[in-house]
């Protein structure tokens, strides 16, 4: 069975990486490639897929708890916010508009 090659944007779209990246690993010796007929870089199918697969597990994923009590933080800090513009809003409001003009007169 024979090793199917990938040209350099063929291998970036199955990796879910830029060229730049794949680029940057054959420099830097990480990636072998080899040149086809045509000059141009080739990769094997087999490294490629094994990229992909290291580079999805090197990727942090959040804990839900974290995002989970990040959310309620923000929420609780929201309902305070909106509990102070209300006060606030409340002691602005006149009574009257006579009570409105005296605040907006001018001397």
Partial sequence: MTE???YIHEA???ANLSTKTL???MND???????????????RQSDVQALAIQCRASIPTTNDNTVNTRLRG????????????QKLLSLYQPRSLDQLASKHKRS
């Fill in 29 to 43: 010796g990480r990636l072998n490639y080899t040149i086809g007929a045509d000059q141009r870089r080739q990769l």
């Fill in 4 to 6: 199917r090659y990938l």
């Fill in 74 to 85: 923000i929420e609780q800090k929201l309902d305070e916010l909106l509990a102070l513009q």
């Fill in 12 to 14: 970036a779209k199955l």
């Fill in 23 to 25: 680029y940057r690993r």
